[in-house]
Nanobody, 126 residues
Framework: QVQLVESGGGLVQAGGSLRLACAAS????????MAWFRQTPGKEREFVAQ????????YYADSVKGRFIISRDNAKNTAYLQMNSLKVEDTAVYYC???????????????????WGQGTQVTVSS
């Protein structure tokens, strides 16, 4: 069983920055792929960014590419999302997710992930 706990959300002005953290419990964190998704009321959960187990490969949604950076520290069992140049449209609840299954998979699809955090609210004001 893996538990994920997000932190770092809050209220920020447009153009500002926030850093989200996702702390994972359980063993073998260094073998998981980690991702961030976000969701606004009435909409489906949207892929934001993904990082493989080693941190050597990352993938971003076009809407955040060049502004957000996903990273991980396997020694701390923690994944991060550095969010820069925030826009009002980045306002959402942000969730981290972990994939523990092996095999070929699509990183942008929420059903590919096995564990989810409870979410943290990010609000960007104009």
């Amino acid at each position: 069983q893996v538990q994920l706990v997000e932190s770092g959300g809050g209220l920020v002005q447009a153009g500002g920055s926030l850093r989200l953290a996702c702390a994972a419990s359980g063993h073998s964190f260094s073998t998981y792929a980690m991702a961030w998704f976000r969701q606004t009321p009435g909409k489906e959960r949207e892929f934001v960014a993904q990082i493989i187990w080693s941190g050597g490969d990352t993938y971003y949604a076009d809407s955040v590419k060049g502004r957000f950076i996903i990273s991980r520290d396997n020694a701390k069992n923690t994944a991060y999302l550095q969010m820069n140049s925030l826009k009002v449209e980045d306002t959402a609840v942000y969730y981290c997710a972990a994939r523990v299954r092996a095999g070929v998979w699509s990183p942008t699809r929420s059903h590919e992930y096995d564990y989810w955090g409870q979410g943290t609210q990010v609000t960007v004001s104009s």
